[in-house]
């Protein structure tokens, strides 16, 4: 594996990861760029006790362009990407639209009054393509090429992980027009918030109790041990992953993976657990892809330990989730979902679980 | 006002709530109708601390009928809907496809191993009609005809409130396909949950510290008394309510509306509360139609305090947002929100009350 960092025209760094150690990535981003766009902001909110982005100037982002425009694509003679490279294997860059920049520093974030704070949007926003194949999807690549975007999210968990300000690192991947998707050419993201996020800190406070009351027990390690034992809702599993639909599902259709080993986040992952992470992943996005015969819309989301705090409570985890519940029909999120945080999935998880396995691949 | 309880042809209780103190509603139901569906379950998931609803038989659910066989506008004599009278002002009866219900006592919940407790889904699920007319709006009612809505929300949470498991009664209204909408008579709809929902536990939380931490001082009433005296995110407001765009807004369009004294709940607002409602909030609604010149899809969602607890820390308010960050464009929740928790608001808070407030009426 080659790791080379570059830079686009507008001062964004832009990382090659190649399979072959000899690759060259010479080209230079051709492109008169403007500067990266205005500060964005983030605001806490008392009543619910969080942060919310405030990132105004993402309305003017690219929204589905024509194919032949894509920014994802490799460049050619002719036409500058966001990829200077004529071809490539996976491409890391620097979101040209970031909710979150660490470029904000010289950003004074207006006052409010009261109870809500306000600090500059700081952290840092990265898009990852994952083949230069506009027409492939993250289930079609090879066990190899899902290897090499591991390093990459490995590579990107460790260096964000240092810079300033970043307390958690979310890697993760939309696919489909369903969920908004804007851009269809493979790819996933990499947020760096600077705090640990709503969800996580809900989680860590259960597994905080869980310790106390259990021994030190990790509540991840203890629902993943349930699972294995029950069996009935698992999905995959191979020496080093499992993945089996949650009891408690909040989606039509939901994975959640685990190693079988407790790791905090991605860089801990041994060689093997990378290695072994591919086919179990390759096959959860193909049952899914099979369920109805389409390529199913869906989120992606890897849950990894915040930077700084509760490293030994967390346990990496893979969540995947659609919304699609039949063929045709979404599951929305509504007034009970949306304003009141109640899930109501049409779908029983064992049966979820049951039409997973019975997928013909 | 007048007030008629009646029964559906398969023992649901349906309500009329009429301006006319001398209405009669007679009419009875003459399908032939199966009896109501099998029971729904909640499960615990211990990882998130909160309760799921399993309603597996919701996936056959009415989907987008023609209009002419709508199931929410009065019958005829050659057809009969869920309303049996052939005409009415506010009719609110049991939903035929429920999330929760009262009717799953003799239900035994499955075994589910480990940490994952299961229950019966105790609750009830309620349709409201704000009208008999297939094609109108909220924002098209009378002020008249919203008094009386608040009057049959008022009614329902009390007896809600006192039905046995019920912890939590919620009214809200979902409108437009875009957010999942499956009929388009106006209605709105009431759940009763057997539980405290997770946002409200959320912030009776935050009330809950803040109180500690400032003798005694109500949470929300502070953040709307800083609203007020800044006055900048103000929409509408009149002697009784104020409507203003939070500063830590989620949605790109999204405003919550307070009652000017603290009150737990609908029932417990004053004649002069209730009467003052409905021109503010038909402001609301016909200034958030009025920003792109359609029907702006929406969530409308009544906060009310738990039936048995903190109920002092608690404020009522009503919170509706839109996912319409522009003319064509949704805002989807993606990965950051749905997966994190974290939401990033492409739209001021401050902007989008100027915006709000421009709009002419």
Redesign the interface.
Known sequence: MKRTVTHLADGRELIYFDDNDTAVRGERDRRDLPPPPPASEI??????????????H??TRT?LPPSDECPLCPSTPTRSSEIPAYDYDVAVFENRFP?LSHRNGSIEP?H?????DTRPGYGRCEVVCFTSDHNASFASLTPERVRLVVEAWADRTAELSALPHVEQV?C???RGEA???TLHHPHG?I?A?PFV????R??L???HR?ALEHGGAN??A??L???R??GERVVVRNEHWTAFV?????WPYEIHMYPNRQVPDIPALSAAERDAFAPAYLEVLRRLDGLFGIQMPY???W?QAPVHVDRDLSYLHL?V?SSQ??PG????????E??????????????AAQRLREVEL
């Open positions: 605001r806490y909110d008392p009543i619910l006790d969080e942060w919310v982005a405030i990132a105004a993402r309305q929204h909710s207006p409010l009054p009261g109870l809500t979310f993760f991947e939309n969920i908004g998707v993201q947020y918030y996020t709503p969800r996580t809900r989680m406070a259960s597994a869980h509540l991840f203890d629902v041990a349930a699972e034992a029950a949650p009891a408690t599902a909040r989120i992606s989301a849950h969540q989730f519940r039949a029909k979404l599951k929305y999120l509504a007034g009970s949306s304003a009141m945080g109640v899930f109501i999935n049409d779908v029983r998880p064992e049966q």
